[in-house]
């Protein structure tokens, strides 16, 4: 049985050394290792040595050669490729940063309010406003009391004012009184005096 295996085992080998190679049969093949693959599975083997024309190496370096232009064009094609895409990454960021620029100046300008030439962000603003109100209600607040306390003074002045003027005429009126009623009775006794001069 092994002897049989060894056989055809042998058979193989040499039906394959002796057959037919096609040496432009790596041409019809598209990829680079499949071409080299091909084009030495049909070179001329002899006793561990490969035997080639000359031709054949030339057609297989010019072909080598081609393969090898076309990757270096496809390289640089894609390096060309990739500095245009950078540079228009490059340009729209710098869009986007204006852009920006423009987004943070006007949420500036609509978040603000120009005040006597100036801009005052609107919360401040607002925030100022109701410190100004507020402050101007405790003003008012204060003066109105003020106001209460000096109404109130004036009318307890005046009160006092008419009490002491009523208390005045009435003092007035009685001293009048009296100094009509001291006249007239010095006046009497002076009639009398007189009277009692001329008796005696």
């Known amino acids: 049985m092994k002897k049989i295996f060894a056989v055809v085992v042998l058979v193989i080998v040499v039906s394959n050394a002796f057959a037919k190679k096609d040496v432009n049969a790596w041409k019809q093949e598209q990829s680079l290792p499949r071409q080299y693959e091909v084009f030495k599975e049909n070179l001329n083997f002899w006793n561990g040595s490969y035997f080639l024309k000359e031709d054949q190496l030339d057609d297989f370096y010019d072909a080598l050669t081609d393969t090898i232009g076309v990757l270096e064009k496809s390289v640089e094609q894609r390096n060309a490729q990739i500095r245009d895409l950078n540079g228009q990454i ?111």
């Open 90 to 200: 490059s340009s729209k960021d710098a869009q986007m940063n204006s852009l920006q620029e423009q987004l943070d100046e006007s949420l500036k300008l609509q978040n603000s309010i120009v005040v006597l030439g100036m801009k005052i962000n609107k919360s401040a603003y607002s925030v100022t406003m109701y410190l100004l109100i507020g402050g101007v209600l405790v003003l008012a607040g204060f003066v109105f009391l003020l106001y209460k306390r000096s109404l109130s003074v004036t009318h307890r002045t005046k009160k006092d004012y008419e009490e002491l003027k009523e208390e005045y005429e009435t003092h007035k009126k009685n001293a009048l009184e009296r100094y009509t009623k001291m006249n007239m009775e010095l006046h009497q006794t002076r009639l009398e005096l007189k009277k009692g001069s001329i008796k005696s």
